[in-house]
C-alpha cells in the first residue's frame, strides 16, 4: 500500500482542519474577555489505587500569557480516595468525567473500578458530583467524550495478578491463571450530564487458559480524525483495536484486530487531526510506532518506528503517553525512566517520525502531560516528585523551554482544560 499523499490530498486536508478551528474559534468566542482558562489535574492516592487519601481532582485558573497554574479549588475531602486515573471534558464545557483506577469500588470484592460525573459551576469551575457507575472492568485508566457530548468511552486495564484456578487436562490436575479481562466500556451520557451504566462492552481476546503470559490489558481509547472510529491499545498482549463508532448507537460495532509484534506493549495514542495517520508508544521496548489509518474500513498498517531515549542510556524505561501538537506539525512522548519528552516532527508525505530532541521534564516519571487549547503552553504531570510543570512551546520547532512555573500537586495523573 502506498501511504504518500498528493499535494491535492494534503491541501484539502489542511483546509479541513482550518475550517474546523475556525469553527471552534467561533464557539469560543461568547463571553468575551471576561472568560477564563481552567485546567482540572486528576491525582493518584497516595496508597495504592484508592487508599491513603491525597487523590481528587484539584482546579487551577491558567494564566493565559505565561502559563502558570493558580490553585482555585479541589474535590471535597469525601473524594480523598479518589484515585483518577484519567479524566475527559463534554464539549460545552458543562461536565467532567473521571475513572476511579481500582481493583474494587468501596473495598467490595470484585466489583472493579467506577467512572464518576461531575457538572462544572462556570463562574469558579467548581465541581459538583453527580453519580457514579461501575467501570465494567477493573482499573480503568483512560477514557474519551465523542464530540457531541452522548457517549463516554472508558478502557480497562485489569492487574496482573493472576487467580489461581485447577482444572483437569487429560485426567491430570493442572494450575490455570486467568486474568481480569481487558475492556472497553461505552456510557450514554443523560440529558442532565450524568452517565447511564455501561451499554456496551468490547472485551479483548482473552489468553488461552492453557499458555503463560499477561492477559489482554486495555491502556487507551481514541476517536481517529473523523469521529467514526474508536482505536484502542492492547498493552497486555500487543493488539491495536478498532471499533466502529455511532453516536447515535446504544452498541460498540465488531472491532477489527491488528497484532503489533510481540513485547512492545502498545500503550497511548495521538491520531493525526488532518492526515491518515495516527501514532503510538509503546511501553516495554522505549519506541514510538506510526500507521497509517484508512477511514473507510478501519484498516491499520504500519509505517515507522523511531528510539525516544539515546542509545547510551541503560537503565530502566517504559514510555507512557502520547500528544500530537494542535498544528499536527509534532509529535511527544513520555519517557518514565529517562524522564523526558521526547519530540518528533511529523512527516506530512509518509507519517514518519523525525527526531527533534529530548526534553528534560524537570521532574520524575512523567505519566501524562498536555498542551493547553492554544498549543502555546505544554503541562507535564511529574508523578515521584509531585509537581506539574510547564514548557512554552515553539510551534515552529516543536522544541520546549521550561517557562519556570510549577504547581504542587500529589501524584499528579492527568490534566484537560476548559473555557469557561
Not at 495478578?161 to 486467568?178: D, H, L, S, Y
Request: aromatic share 8%; net charge neutral.
Amino acid at each position: 500500500m502506498n501511504s504518500k499523499l498528493t499535494r491535492r490530498e494534503l491541501f484539502a486536508m489542511t483546509g479541513t482542519m482550518v475550517a474546523g478551528a475556525t469553527a471552534l474559534s467561533a464557539f469560543q468566542a461568547p463571553g468575551g474577555a471576561n472568560r477564563k482558562l481552567y485546567a482540572f489535574a486528576g491525582a493518584w492516592t497516595q496508597g495504592p489505587f484508592g487508599t491513603g487519601g491525597g487523590g481528587g481532582i484539584t482546579v487551577f485558573t491558567v494564566n493565559t500569557s505565561d502559563g502558570s497554574l493558580t490553585k482555585v479549588g479541589r474535590t471535597a475531602t469525601e473524594f480523598d480516595n479518589l484515585n483518577v486515573g484519567n479524566l475527559c471534558i463534554s464539549p460545552d464545557g458543562r461536565f467532567l468525567y473521571c475513572t476511579h483506577e481500582a481493583p474494587t469500588t468501596d473495598n467490595k470484592p470484585g466489583t472493579g473500578g467506577a467512572v464518576h460525573s461531575f457538572s462544572i459551576n462556570a463562574a469558579s469551575g467548581a465541581l459538583t458530583h453527580m453519580n457514579a457507575v461501575p467501570s465494567m472492568g477493573v482499573n480503568p485508566c483512560f477514557m474519551i467524550i465523542d464530540k457531541t457530548g452522548k457517549r463516554v468511552l472508558v478502557a480497562n486495564h485489569g492487574i496482573f495478578n493472576k487467580a489461581v484456578q485447577v482444572t483437569k487436562r487429560n485426567g491430570v490436575p493442572v494450575i490455570e491463571t486467568p486474568t481480569d479481562d481487558g475492556t472497553v466500556a461505552m456510557f450514554a451520557v443523560k440529558p442532565d450530564g450524568s452517565l447511564e451504566t455501561a451499554c456496551d462492552v468490547g472485551v479483548f481476546e482473552r489468553r488461552p487458559l492453557s499458555e503463560p503470559g499477561a492477559g489482554a490489558s486495555a491502556h487507551s481509547v481514541n476517536f481517529d480524525n473523523t469521529g467514526r472510529w474508536v482505536i484502542a491499545c492492547d498493552v497486555g498482549s500487543d493488539h491495536i483495536y478498532v471499533y466502529p463508532f455511532d453516536a447515535t448507537s446504544r452498541s460498540l460495532g465488531t472491532a477489527k484486530v491488528f497484532a503489533t509484534p510481540a513485547g512492545r506493549a502498545p500503550r497511548h495514542s495521538a491520531i493525526h487531526p488532518r492526515l491518515p495517520y495516527f501514532f503510538i508508544t509503546n511501553e516495554r521496548e522505549s519506541i514510538v510506532s506510526s500507521f497509517h489509518f484508512d477511514s473507510k474500513t478501519g484498516d491499520v498498517q504500519p509505517i515507522h518506528t523511531a528510539p525516544t531515549i539515546p542509545a547510551d542510556f541503560k537503565e530502566k524505561n517504559a514510555l507512557a503517553d502520547m500528544r500530537i501538537h494542535p498544528n499536527g506539525n509534532f509529535i511527544y512522548a513520555s519517557n518514565r525512566g529517562h524522564d523526558s519528552l521526547a519530540i518528533f516532527r511529523v512527516e506530512d508525505s509518509t507519517g514518519k517520525m523525525i527526531p527533534v530532541e529530548i526534553t528534560s521534564t524537570q521532574g520524575g516519571n512523567p505519566r501524562e502531560f498536555d498542551f493547553d487549547p492554544s498549543g502555546r503552553f505544554l503541562y507535564v504531570g511529574n508523578q515521584t516528585t509531585n509537581q506539574m510543570v510547564t514548557f512554552a512551546v515553539d510551534a515552529n520547532t516543536g522544541k520546549l523551554t521550561p517557562t519556570g512555573a510549577k504547581a504542587e500537586i500529589l501524584k499528579p495523573s492527568c490534566i484537560k482544560f476548559v473555557t469557561l
